[in-house]
């Protein structure tokens, strides 16, 4: 078994920023790549980003390319979303995700293991 525990999230102004982690414990040999999601009440989950586990590839979407930026700790198991420029639209739970088959999936059937989220809130 694999778990995930996210942290970092809160309430913020816009403009502002905020850094959220990821961390994965228990079994992570095999993994190949994590994901941040997230969901804003209403709304269906949307793809934010993944990297790989190596840490070598990853990817962010482009509602908030330029703005966030993942990272990955390989010592620490954790992976990290830095989200600078915040804006109202944000707003929602964060969540990280891994698998152990696919690869950089923007899709929420490409991840296996789920966190329990993190909520975001960003001011006007």
């Known amino acids: 078994q694999v778990q995930l525990v996210e942290s970092g999230g809160g309430l913020v102004q816009a403009g502002g920023s905020l850094r959220l982690s990821c961390a994965a414990s228990?079994?992570?040999?095999?993994?190949?790549?994590m994901g941040w999601f997230r969901q804003a009440p209403g709304k269906e989950r949307e793809f934010v980003g993944f990297?790989?586990?190596?840490?070598?590839?990853?990817g962010i979407a482009d509602s908030v390319k330029g703005r966030f930026t993942i990272s990955k700790d390989n010592a620490k198991n954790t992976v990290f979303l830095q989200m600078d420029t915040l804006k109202p639209e944000d707003t929602a739970v964060y969540y990280c995700?891994?698998?152990?088959?696919?690869?950089?999936?923007?899709?929420?059937?490409?991840?296996?293991?789920w966190g329990q989220g993190t909520q975001v809130t960003v001011s006007s």
């Open positions: 995700a891994l698998d152990f088959q696919t690869l950089g999936s923007r899709s929420t059937s490409g991840y296996l293991y």
């Open positions: 228990g079994r992570t040999f095999g993994i190949t790549s």
């Open positions: 990297i790989s586990w190596s840490g070598n590839y990853w």
